[in-house]
């Protein structure tokens, strides 16, 4: 089993939907929690780290529920420059971060 | 500032030529990372180096050498490439700071081996 699992998509939506993802991990002793972004053929971008309590950037809500051990990013009024991949990762312990292997979003108009 | 930078971005080799990937970072970070990204399987961790001085395995070490040259540059070797050894390579670097660990990201190296 993965240690991070996602659904790969793509998520065709278009411009103004709203659109969540969701992420589960395997490990209970998991620490931190984030989601990231790529481009396509570019490098990961951090978008924002998750907090048990949830925790919001303008159109991205993040959320996590430890017991379930799952992760979801909602992003509302989606824009085409949106259109990425998004990488759920989380950090076992010290440095080391885990990764899914992504969600694909494209945002058409 | 640069951020992390690493050469080269495009590479072909032969099976069992070696070369060496280079990663440097300008942000004064302990922590640097090499990672390899391949088609549906996201990042994996090859080898990692907490602060300079140290290196640790990650998760596919095998078939990859790494030096932490200083606390600026960290680099990848691959002895003698395999067609399996085809894939995006990245590295990063963090710094641990209120218990966020973000990890700041090069541009990847794009490496086919035929």
């Known amino acids: 089993r993965k240690e991070v699992e996602q659904d790969p998509g793509p998520f065709n939506v278009p411009e103004g939907a709203t659109v969540a993802f969701n992420c589960t991990y395997s490990?209970?002793?998991?620490?931190?929690f984030f989601w990231y972004r790529q481009d396509c053929r570019k490098e990961p971008k951090l978008l924002m780290s998750?907090?048990?309590s949830g925790n919001e950037d303008g159109r991205f809500t993040a959320q996590l529920n430890r017991a379930s051990q799952y992760i979801s990013l909602l992003i509302r009024d989606s824009k085409l420059s949106d259109s990425a991949t998004y990488l759920c990762v989380v950090t076992l312990y010290g440095n080391k971060l885990v990764f899914g292997a992504g969600t694909i979003l494209r945002v058409k108009s | 500032n640069a951020g992390v930078t690493q050469t080269p971005k495009f590479q072909v080799l032969k099976t069992g030529q070696s070369m060496t990937l280079q990663c440097a970072q300008d942000m004064n970070h302990n922590s640097m990372y090499w990672y390899r990204q391949d088609p549906g399987m996201g990042l994996r961790l090859i080898y990692y180096s907490a602060s300079e001085g140290t290196t640790d395995k990650g998760e596919v070490p095998n078939g990859y050498n790494v030096s932490r040259l200083n606390k600026r540059e960290f680099s990848l070797r691959l002895e003698s490439a395999a067609p399996s050894q085809t894939s995006v390579y990245f590295c990063?670097?963090?710094?641990?700071?209120?218990?966020?660990?973000?990890?700041?990201f090069g541009p990847g190296t794009r490496l086919t081996v035929l």
């Open positions: 990063a670097s963090s710094e641990l700071s209120g218990g966020l660990n973000e990890q700041f």
């Open positions: 998750v907090y048990s």
């Open positions: 490990n209970s002793a998991s620490q931190s």
